[in-house]
């Protein structure tokens, strides 16, 4: 059979596997790659290249052995002068080489929203050494928010309180860096009421959204979400508009997750993924098309009609809680188990070969179309829950 298109996936996490996933559903062929062996989206592609994205002339040769049609990165740790200089060559890089050069720091797509299309944002300076970051807090003031300006998943990010706490925050913030850009963003804390993904697909026909998603995060990182998340009309509005620009800015086509915090009426950009974000993994159970499956289609070309969905939903993350290299899951039977009438309930697990703290092994998911979000937040938390991670 020929492929509908040959896929060269950069990174292979839990996201990547489920866009394999919808990718083989529309009849691609997918390698997969990551710096390690088995990883998640390695174990349902049709290939696998193991190598660091940061090195360049790796990169470079594994596309010249693939010669994909689409150069889809799911990671941030990338060299994107190489994939510019591939798109340079007639390559198509997802959603285009710029995005991924803006997006893959921090600090780039910062200076993007708020400088060249004047987005309102929070105060913000950047540090490069200790001496830098106690004169940044100085100046953006108590409390604000340290994070790395290329990492993943919160790592690195944290909240100082105190003067105190200032050492300790660059040393979380360097030890969590991916790359090589020691290089912090520092930005003054903004009491908002709540934050949320706005899931953003640029298509040829146009851009559409799905519903905003909320979520919770422990020490940077997504705990749980839902989706849809209540809204006034203006919030709404004025997200999506800026949600808008945005995507046009760094142009191709694909889905981004646009996150906002929001106060009352007010939105405030904060960051940007071009590619499915974790938050989004609601999807799987709140929608007919998943943020992968529209990921897959954008790229692709195809039509989006519509997108439906399904009802008041939520997911929560199961994460191991040591470093272990032997490990069983089991009580997925529990997790599974009815909960309450109308009530729905699934699990992913991601198939990592390994466990340390805080990794994201797994998620439950559930939907509660004759219910709210919170019912649905406890569903998922109670699911979860039963998971348990065994370790030998």
């Known amino acids: 059979m020929i492929p509908t298109a040959k896929i060269l996936l950069l990174g292979s996490g839990e996201l990547g596997r489920e866009f394999v996933i919808s990718a083989k559903r529309l009849g691609c062929h ?4 990551d710096s390690y062996a088995g990883a998640p989206a390695m174990q349902v592609a049709d290939a ?18 693939h010669k994909p049609d689409f150069i889809v990165p799911e990671v941030e740790a990338i060299r994107t002068e190489v ?5 340079d060559r007639g390559f198509n890089v997802v959603p285009s080489a710029r ?3 803006q997006t893959m720091n921090r600090d780039r797509i910062r200076e993007v929203a708020a400088k060249e299309l004047g ?22 003031g108590l409390p604000c928010v340290v994070k790395p300006v290329m990492s993943s998943s919160g790592k690195g990010q944290s909240t100082v309180r105190d003067v105190g706490k200032i050492d300790a925050a660059w040393d979380y913030a360097v030890a969590g860096m991916r790359g090589d850009r020691t290089r912090v963003i520092v930005e003054a804390f903004v009491a908002f009421d709540y934050e949320i993904t706005l899931l953003t697909i640029r298509t040829r026909e146009g851009v559409i959204f799905c519903d905003p998603i909320g979520h919770r995060q422990e020490r940077g990182d997504y705990q749980e979400s839902w989706q849809p998340t209540a809204m006034s009309t203006h919030a709404l ?10 995507v046009d800015n760094l142009g191709g086509y694909g889905l981004f997750g646009v996150e906002f915090f929001v106060l009352g009426d007010t939105v405030i950009f904060s960051e940007l993924s071009p590619r499915p974000h974790d938050t989004g993994m609601v999807t ?6 998943t943020e992968f499956d529209l990921h897959a289609r954008a790229i692709l070309g195809l039509p989006i009609l519509a997108i439906t969905q399904l009802g008041p939903s939520a997911s929560a993350v199961i994460l191991a809680d040591r470093t272990a290299e032997t490990f069983q899951i089991t009580g997925l039977s529990d997790a599974f188990r009815p909960q309450a009438a109308g009530i729905r309930v699934d699990v992913r697990i991601f198939g990592k070969p390994s466990t340390r703290p805080y990794r994201r092994m797994g998620v439950a998911l559930a939907l509660a179309p004759d219910g709210d979000t919170d019912t649905a937040r406890a569903a998922a938390r109670t699911a979860a ?8």
Request: with cysteine; charged share 25%.
């Open 30 to 33: 997918v390698i997969a790659c």
């Open 48 to 65: 696998a290249e193991v190598f660091s994205m940061l090195d360049g002339p790796a990169l470079g040769a594994v596309i010249e052995k």
């Open 83 to 87: 994939l510019k200089d591939y798109e």
């Open 99 to 101: 995005a991924t050069q």
């Open 119 to 140: 987005l309102p944002t929070s105060q913000y300076l950047y540090a490069e050494t200790r001496e830098e970051l106690r004169a940044a807090v100085t100046k953006v």
């Open 237 to 246: 509005t004025s997200a999506q508009d800026m949600a808008r620009q945005v």
């Open 284 to 289: 799987l159970i709140s929608q007919d098309l």
């Open 385 to 392: 829950g039963c998971v348990k991670i065994s370790y030998k």
